[in-house]
């Protein structure tokens, strides 16, 4: 593990240690610290804190844009390639699981919203209630390339807002064996409020979508070290 130096978030002070083979890219922890493997696929931190719920979550590294297929239907991290769609549940895990990764459990993604409103970076209202203007909300079901809009990013993660649907490893409280697709790029009939990243939604996990797609997280078995300021 390589440890960079330390960064401040909302009055404390964390040590952020990059996993072995990633090196540092840009930005803070309180404007999404990206890392860099060296096939070029990119993560930002999500530091440690309450999510949605109030649970406590130890921080991860989440893939930075949508999970597209790259040679040999690798899953990458990267900008400008077309989100991994038609891709059921069940396959989308064992894609994550082969980077040595994993889907984004109901926890971690109650964590990501948070942090957003936490900082700044998005309102309340645009990540609960209505997303607009934050991401792609085409009608088209045909998704926008990774990356491609600067003004889709929020705290140096892309497309979060809008464009496709997202895997969760959550299971539907209503169906068996259903799992939930948080997000979404549509818009209510009749309404302009846009799907913002907490909508909630659930597939069967093995029917494939083309507007359904899935981001990984890195666990971080090391503990932050934190120290108030």
């Not at 993604?109 to 934050?134: H, P, S």
Request: with cysteine.
């Amino acid at each position: 593990m390589n440890k960079e130096m330390s960064a401040t978030y909302s009055d404390v002070r964390f040590d952020v240690t990059i996993p072995e083979g990633f090196s540092y890219k840009e930005g803070t922890i309180d404007t999404g610290y990206v890392i860099k493997d060296i096939d070029g696929n990119e993560y930002v931190r999500i530091p440690s804190g309450y999510n949605t719920e109030g649970t406590y979550v130890r921080g991860f590294w989440l893939s930075r844009y949508e999970i597209s297929e790259g040679k040999d239907k690798n899953p990458q991290s990267k900008a400008n390639e077309t989100p991994w769609v038609d891709i059921n549940y069940y396959e989308a895990l064992a894609a994550a699981e082969s980077m040595g990764a994993y889907l984004i459990s109901k926890e971690e993604y109650g964590r990501i919203c948070m942090w957003l409103v936490e900082t700044g970076a998005a309102t309340f209202e645009q990540v609960y209630v209505n997303g607009k203007d934050l991401g792609n909300y085409s009608r088209s079901s045909i998704l926008a390339k990774t990356g491609s809009n600067p003004n889709w990013v929020c705290n140096n993660i892309y497309d979060f807002f809008g464009n496709g649907y997202t895997w969760t490893t959550e299971k539907s409280e209503l169906y068996d064996h259903h799992r939930v697709i948080k997000g979404g790029h549509g818009m209510e009939f009749g309404s302009e409020r846009c799907y913002p990243p907490s909508n909630r939604c659930w597939e069967k996990p093995n029917i494939c979508r083309s507007n359904i797609t899935f981001r990984i997280v890195i666990h971080d078995n090391s503990e932050e070290t934190v120290e108030k300021v």
